[in-house]
């Protein structure tokens, strides 16, 4: 979660400076996919050290994509549409993190069928659910060929405001 909060805010003031938000959107689907692939190795010995450095991975991921993607919506929206935009984003990204708790758990319910219950038994099962993770990032990565280089209205720093009177007629 640390990881996950300092590379958004890091990455977010970035993209405030500069406007180009391209960059971090592919890394971060690339380094959410090869994190998911470093937790699908996991096993009942894995040292803690390890899990806490693979689990910092998987927030440096998701730390450039998660908020990256709604600045990305608002650049894409006139000023009319703002709150809308960001609702909608941000409702999206919910259903997105429910679906992403309900699939693999039902595929963790599915792995566990048949075998008596343990901590064993399912800290044998987590890999094999959180293996297909990896592809579900992947398919990410391509999207983001598709977006603009720079945003659209950089951040200037400044404090702004829209009124009616600034739409144009």
Do not use: C
């Not at 692939?37 to 689990?55: C, G, K, M, N, W």
């Not at 709604?70 to 990204?93: E, F, G, I």
């Not at 693999?104 to 297909?132: C, K, M, N, Y």
């Amino acid at each position: 979660m640390l990881t996950f909060m300092a590379v958004s805010s890091l990455a977010g003031a970035r993209i405030g400076a500069s406007g180009r938000f391209k960059p971090y959107l592919p890394a971060g689907s690339a380094v959410a996919v090869l994190g998911f692939a470093l937790l699908s190795r996991l096993t009942p010995d894995t040292p803690y050290a390890v899990l806490a450095v693979e689990i910092a991975v998987l927030g440096v991921g998701f730390g450039l994509l998660m908020q990256n993607l709604v600045v990305v919506a608002q650049n894409a929206a006139s000023p009319a549409d703002l709150a809308a935009t960001t609702s909608a984003a941000v409702s999206v990204r919910g259903l997105g993190l429910a679906l992403g708790v309900a699939i693999p758990s039902t595929l963790l319910t599915r792995e566990l069928q048949g075998r008596p219950p343990s901590p064993a038994a399912t800290a044998a099962a987590i890999p094999d659910v959180l293996f297909w993770g990896a592809p579900a990032a992947a398919v990410l990565v391509a999207p983001m060929a598709l977006l603009p280089r720079k945003a659209r209205h950089p951040a200037s720093g400044e404090a702004t405001a829209w009124t009616p009177a600034d739409e144009p007629a």
